[in-house]
């Protein structure tokens, strides 16, 4: 089919609820990604914070290509051998004591919510859930009605009760919200898609230690800055503050659909067998690739690659303030950054596009950098002058 052809089909059919660039890619390998008249994109996106292994890495195709041969779906009615490789693996890394696996991060958040209310029920009756402002969390009901942003709810009431919401980073706010009511706090340690706004140590800390006082569970969500990305296995490690329930999504499968929620036994202890449930979670295909990509990240330190390769970044991207003025701040972690301007980011976004860099804009004008955790330092200087000239 012609690039025309193709979007008109999907324009004309798909459910109208995404703006898409008129791209139509076919193909990646390493750090780029092609279209179908074979144009090369460098990619700092990574499908939204999904590709770390970049595209077309001969392990994780091997993974899934050996995994297929031998099975590809047999449902949690059956124990498979991938399945429990990936478990212990996750228990190993986090220190928590009990995975279950969904299929994608929103699934994860629905999940920890059901077994923050069974916690919640447990012990006194409670089942507040506190979340924060400019949080974002999912897009199924649950898990937008724990967003933090009108924008993501409007249209889709009555919500889904029971949740209150505090500023971020305000331990005021947090402590007058802590109710005996509360069951559990979700918070993201770095809110992705509200701006890549970080947490406060104290913020974070102050959370923990009202969690471990109430009797109440501290859900991270660490969908977006999980798994290596902001240069630790996960974020919640720079604040020292481990969570009882962890969440994460979107590295994980490398780009095959899989998610995660990781509890402590404190956590769980009202669950029964029947509270939950997938058809799809942690299938055989899904899990292969997660092995892969946890084996492959560790053995490679992509944790360290991103710290490395995220501060060359970050001091790039700070040098490019003299020559525009617009550009206000770099914040982040790692390879999470964003950049803050003073003015909407789509228009830049849309030029790099057009001179083959892909970035993204979020909270309207905070460009968002997320490569694949493969990327190296002469990538960035790749980057950096492709997106002069978009800047320009
Ligand atoms: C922090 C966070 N939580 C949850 C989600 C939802 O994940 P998914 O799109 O896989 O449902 C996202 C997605 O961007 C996210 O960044």
């Not at 303030?321 to 701040?329: A, D, L, Q, V």
């Amino acid at each position: 089919m012609e690039k025309e052809e193709i979007i008109e089909i999907e324009s004309k059919n798909y459910l109208p609820v995404f703006t898409r660039n008129d791209v139509v890619l076919d193909y990646g390998k390493g750090m780029y990604l092609y279209d179908i008249n074979s144009k090369k994109y460098l990619d700092f996106f990574a499908g939204i914070a999904v590709s770390i292994l970049g595209h077309g890495n001969p392990d994780l195709v091997k993974a899934i290509h050996d995994q297929a041969l031998k099975l590809i779906h047999c449902s949690n009615v059956f124990h498979t051998e991938i399945q429990a490789r990936l478990v212990r693996e996750l228990i190993k890394i986090s220190g928590l004591d009990r995975v279950f696996l969904s299929n994608s991060g929103t699934e994860s958040v629905e999940g920890a919510i059901k077994i923050a209310r069974k916690f919640g029920k447990k012990n006194g009756g409670k089942f507040k859930i506190l979340s924060c402002i400019n949080s974002f969390h999912g897009r199924t009901l649950g898990a937008l009605a724990i967003t933090g942003q009108l924008k993501y709810q409007q249209g889709y009431e009555p919500l889904l009760e029971g949740f209150d919401f505090v500023s971020f980073n305000d331990c005021a706010d947090l402590q007058k919200k802590f109710t005996d009511e509360v069951c559990a706090i979700i918070i993201e340690p770095i809110q992705g898609e509200g701006g890549i706004w970080p947490a406060s140590q104290e913020f974070l800390e102050t959370a923990k230690k009202l969690c471990d006082k109430n009797n109440a569970l501290l859900i991270l969500d660490e969908i977006q800055t999980g798994l290596f990305r902001t240069g630790k296995t996960f974020c919640w490690q720079y604040y020292n503050t481990k969570p009882n329930i962890l969440l994460l999504a979107k590295a994980l499968g490398g780009g095959l659909p899989i998610g995660a929620i990781l509890c402590d036994e404190h956590s769980v202890s009202a669950l029964q067998k029947g509270d939950h449930g997938s058809t799809f979670g942690g299938g055989p295909l899904a899990c292969a690739a997660a092995c892969c990509v946890l084996d492959f990240a560790q053995k490679r330190n992509l944790a360290g690659n991103a710290k490395e390769v995220g501060d060359y970044l970050v001091n790039k991207l700070l040098q490019l303030r003299g020559e525009f003025p617009f550009i206000k701040e770099v914040r982040g972690k790692g390879l999470l950054l964003g950049m803050q301007l003073d003015k909407y980011g789509s228009e830049i976004v849309k030029k790099a596009l057009e001179k083959g860099l892909i970035i993204n804009c979020t909270a309207g004008n905070v460009l968002r950098f997320m490569p694949p955790l493969i990327v190296k330092k002469e990538d960035v200087d790749e980057m950096i002058k492709i997106f002069k000239e978009a800047l320009a």
